[in-house]
Each structure stands twice: as C-alpha cells, then as structure tokens.
C-alpha cells in the first residue's frame, strides 16, 4: 500500500481544521485567518465562507447531511454554515478559551469539542484546574448543549466510538478518559488512563511540561483507540520527541501496540486516521529529524508499510469513504509579508491509494 500524489493546492493560510465529502470530491478547509474555505479537490477552486471567526479557526465538520459545516476558533465559538449559500446561520458561545478539536459522531446528530488553557497550578508546573468544562457535547441540529464533562485541560484531541455511544478526550499529560453518553449525563468517566509517553518535562531552557495526545480516533469496528503525539525529551522548545502512535484497548485502557523502534523521527504527530476497511492507519504531523512526517502503518502488526515526506506541517488527514483518496491539510512554515501582502501558506494535498 503506498500514497500517489494527485493533486496539491495552495490555500490562503495554513489549515488547521478539515472535513471531507463522502466522495472526496469537496474539502471544507478551516484556516489561520479565521476563514472557512470550501475547496474543489480535483481543481483547488477555493471560496471564502461569509461567516468568520475572530481568531483562527481551529477545526471544522461536515454533517450527514452535506448541506452544513460547522467550525470552531480560537475565539470560542461554534459557526453553523450553510454549504450552498456560505453564509453563517448560527452562532454559539461554546468556551471562555481555544477550541482545541472538534469531532462528529457517525450519524451526524452530536458535535463535541474540546478545550482548556495550560496554567501552572503549583511549583512543579502541574497543570491548574479547569476552569470550565473541557469537553462539551452539542446537538448539531438545534445547537444546544447536551452535555458538559471535566478533564484535566488542556484537552487537544477527542472522538466518537463508531456506534456513538461512547466519547475519547486526551490532554496534554497523556490522559484519556473515556464516557459512556448513554449513562444520563454522568460526569464521572466509564474508564481513563495515562500513558507517560505522550507527554515531557523539559529540563534545558524551558522548564515546563509540553506534548500530549493530538489526534484520537476509534478503529472502524470499535475495538480500539488509536492515539498520537511527540514522545518525552529533555528540551521541548526544540520540538523533537519522538514520533509516536499507541492503540489501546478502550475498555480497560490497556495498551495493545505501540510504534516500533527504529520505524520513527522526531517531531509532533498531529493526526491519526484509519482506513476505512480497518486494515491500515495513517499518522502524520510535523518532523524536526528523521525522513518522513506522513506514514502508513498495518494494523495487523502495526509495522510502518510505507512513508513520505510532504515538507510541509500536516494538521488534518482524512480518507474519503471508498477508501481511494487520502487527503491532508497544513500549511507551508512560517509566512513573511512581501510587498504588503501575505503569500499563501495553507495547503490541501489529494492522494491515491494504490497497491
């Protein structure tokens, strides 16, 4: 199995957020300008949506029923957009702070996303208490909250068990906490974890702790989680912790498989998406060492079967649902203005899957 690049398109600046069309035909771009962006895969035709937010938009999905996208910024807020006329026909308050990640369940009818600020909470630098709720739970059809559940924030990543009964949320320490949405509202977790290798304390230059779990997703059957980010190190300005991927029983939170050693870079792995047959993941992110920063892994024995190196951050990858088309969204380092103007930096590449 191997990826064949089809087609690669700019953006106006780097993507954070990204849903795809069944078919993989449109892809919905949310982006550092706080812009919603609806792009024409095959072409890189892109339109602005006329709703923004006032900082990034930080994450973005599709409905079941393609006519809406909703996103979610920095400032907070929820924007409900209607994908034929672009325009924004709802807004909702859903934090004080960043939204970190979104997340649909598979029959579209709930929305959760996920939040927290990291503040020193005593001298050893241990994350403070939340001041809200992390991970909230809205109906996508009438906007309302439906339910509100505390983590230890920050919460950067989240996911809805393919049945949509249940819902994963990872921090920055490394915990998941897993919740039954069918128990009636019951804040208190079926089943959490943590695992150590997601997160570090830095003893050069910055002393801090910095990492965490960035991408969650249910295998297709609902079996297992799969989780990534950057492993411990010593310096995290530097950005260079290993690579990583753990799959975990989700039941009782024990480990299943890991990434293997030798088959990794260094650097931060933000997104984790599996195929849609079940037999092979992807992981991507940004790398600081090594030779690729976008991989695809078996989950048979969860060995590295083939990897590529975009030289770009990835942010987002998502296959389309026949499973032929992988797309990922990024962006291109960092922009300097020339002449007055921004040069573009987002980007949108298209895939082929190919035996």
Known sequence: MKLILAHTHDLPSGVLGLAVTPDGSRAFAACADGALYSVDTPNGKAEPFEGRHQSFASGCVLLRDGLTVVSGGYDGMLLWHDVETRRCVRRV???RFWNWQLARSLDGDRLATTTGQYLAGGWKYEPAPETEPSVKVYDTLTGDLVAAFSHASPVLSCAFSPDGQHLAAANMMGEVRVWNLKSGGDDKPAVRWTSPDFTSWGTIKTHHYC?????????????????????????PMAGNGKMTWQRWNWQTGER??????GQHGSGLMETVAWHPDGTHFVMAGRQAQGTWNAAIF???DGNLVHSLDTKKRI???????????????GAMGQPQRKLGLWPPWGNLQIYRMEA
């Open 93 to 95: 308050r859903a934090h």
């Open 211 to 235: 990492g965490g779990i960035y991408g969650l997703a249910f295998s297709p059957d609902g079996t297992s989680l799969l989780g990534c980010g950057m492993g411990p190190m010593i310096d």
């Open 256 to 261: 299943m498989d890991q990434i293997r050693d």
């Open 298 to 300: 078996s989950a048979t």
């Open 315 to 329: 942010t987002h990858a998502q296959y389309a649902e026949n499973g032929q088309l992988l797309i990922l969204s």
